[in-house]
Each structure stands twice: as structure tokens, then as C-alpha cells.
């Protein structure tokens, strides 16, 4: 741990994250950690370019933790707040698509752990430390979209099971509560036999042959994992609330024979 001696007029304690004018009128300012790991590595370098990347390792990844290319932005914009606290905002400058530099014109002296700048003997002691609010970094910005997407994908799985339920529910409800069960027909519409299952389409679906070969190629890719899909020679194919949501009723025989040989199944592509 070492403190830094600025231009003469500021010192920065890499222990304490605390950076104080000389001027005994200005409170000290607290840097978060990671913005203080970056500001010492920036002084250590005296004025040669340090890189974002060797910022991102000293700040955080020595330390076990991944953070994107933002933080450091986000560090270093934290550091220039606190210096304009102390009276100097200009210290630290952008080198661009590269990375950061400390000012050619400053002087910086390293002091050992006992040492003390002219005019600096007690500094901070019976003072109040101004801390320096710290931003929260894009993690957190991240964090919220990943929740964000789980919340669509599991209102639109929690869509399609409620479809795909509601149809199986009322077709068995008709089926148990006439006696001219036998008598009732879905009114589910026939396409091409163009594949080895024989293919239905639900009521009122306008399915273009594209949408067809989209529903097949779905099924074909991602087939039930319990059962064999071969084993299923009649798939009726039902609308969904989304695009990327695919669903269907396979069954043994067909559906207006017996729903017993029925599963509903359905298959949701986030890629798409």
C-alpha cells in the first residue's frame, strides 16, 4: 500500500481509497476500491498509456471478478469527479480507442507509509471524509435484462400450455358429456401428405406452406423426449400466441377416433 503526492497540491492514500487537497479548507473524497485499483495503476505508470484492458485486470479480474469494458469507463469517470472535488478534474486524460493516461505535465512522487507531504502532517484526522457516490456498473443493467427475457419466455411457454390445454380440455369435455360423442368431429383441416405423418391444421389457422415446413422442421429437431415420435402418425398443428412458439397434438390414431392415443406437445425457439 502507498500514497501518492500529486502536483504538490494533492495527495492520494491507496489504503484509505482517499484523495485530499493539501488545502486543509477541502475535505478528503473516497473512491470506491476498483476505481481507486485503477487510479494507482495510472500513477504507477507516470504518464506512459495504460490500456483498458490493463485496467479491467488490475481493477477487478486479479481479483476473481468479470466485468465488462464499461466499468473501467464507469471508474474512470468516478475518478474524474473526485478530483474535481479536491479542485482538479483535469489530471487524467483519454487516449482514445487505446486507453488512459495521467497528465505529462504532472509530477507524481510516491511516499512511503510514514511519510507525510509538506503541510500535510494530520491530514484527514478530525475531518469528515466526503464519500464519493459510486455508480453501479452495467453488471446490474445486465443482470436486469436476463430477468427480463426469463419473465417473456415464461409468459409466452406459460401461453402456449394454456392453448394447447384449453383445446385438449374442451374437446375431452365434449367427448364425456354427449352420448352422440361418436357423432363429433373436430373440424381440424387436412394438408398435403408430403410427410410420413398425416397432417391437420387447427380451425381458422391460416398456415402458408413455409409455416408448415417450419412446424415439421421444429418437430423434427426438437422431438418429444419421452416418447418416440414415430410412434405418432397423425399431428394436428395449432396456432400459438407468438411466431417462435410452435404447437401441436400428436396422436396414435385419429383425434375424432380417440384422444386417448393424444399428447399435446408444443416447441418455443428464443433464437427466433
Known amino acids: 500500500m502507498a500514497r501518492y503526492l500529486i502536483a504538490g497540491v494533492m495527495l492520494f492514500d491507496d489504503e484509505l481509497y482517499e484523495v485530499s487537497g493539501l ?27 495504460v490500456t483498458k484492458k490493463q485496467l479491467l485486470h488490475a481493477g477487478w479480474e486479479r481479483y476473481g471478478q468479470q466485468v465488462s469494458a464499461n466499468s473501467v469507463n464507469q471508474s474512470i469517470a468516478q475518478i474524474r469527479r473526485c478530483l474535481s472535488t479536491v479542485g482538479h478534474c483535469d489530471y487524467v486524460v483519454t487516449v482514445p480507442r487505446i486507453g488512459y493516461k495521467i497528465s505529462d505535465a504532472l509530477s507524481i512522487e510516491r511516499l512511503g507509509d510514514s511519510a507525510l507531504p509538506p503541510g500535510g502532517e494530520g491530514l484527514g484526522g478530525g ?4 464519500p464519493l457516490p459510486i455508480t453501479l456498473n452495467d453488471d446490474v443493467a445486465l443482470v436486469s435484462t436476463k430477468v427480463s427475457r426469463c419473465r417473456r419466455y415464461l409468459t409466452v411457454m406459460a401461453g402456449v400450455l394454456l392453448l394447447n390445454g384449453f383445446l385438449a380440455f374442451a374437446w375431452q369435455a365434449a367427448q364425456l358429456s354427449s352420448p352422440l360423442a361418436s357423432a363429433i368431429e373436430l373440424h381440424y ?4 401428405d408430403t410427410y410420413k405423418q398425416h397432417l391437420f391444421s387447427a380451425p381458422g389457422l391460416n398456415i402458408t406452406p413455409e409455416r408448415i415446413n417450419a412446424h415439421m422442421l421444429k ?14 402418425a397423425y399431428v394436428y398443428l ?3 400466441l407468438r411466431d ?13 377416433v380417440s384422444v ?3 399428447i399435446s406437445y408444443f416447441v418455443l425457439d428464443e433464437s427466433e
Do not use: H, M, W
Open 127 to 130: 475531518r469528515n471524509v466526503a
Open 23 to 49: 488545502d486543509t479548507a477541502v475535505a478528503p473524497v473516497v473512491l470506491g476500491a476498483a476505481a481507486s485499483r485503477c487510479f494507482s495503476t495510472l500513477l504507477e505508470a507516470q504518464g506512459a498509456i
Open 260 to 262: 386417448s392415443g393424444c
Open 244 to 256: 417462435n412458439a410452435y404447437g401441436y397434438f400428436l396422436c396414435r390414431d385419429p383425434i375424432e
Open 219 to 232: 418437430l423434427k429437431n426438437k422431438p418429444p423426449a419421452f416418447t418416440a415420435l414415430a410412434s405418432y
Open 189 to 192: 383441416s387436412p394438408l398435403p
Open 238 to 240: 395449432n396456432g400459438a
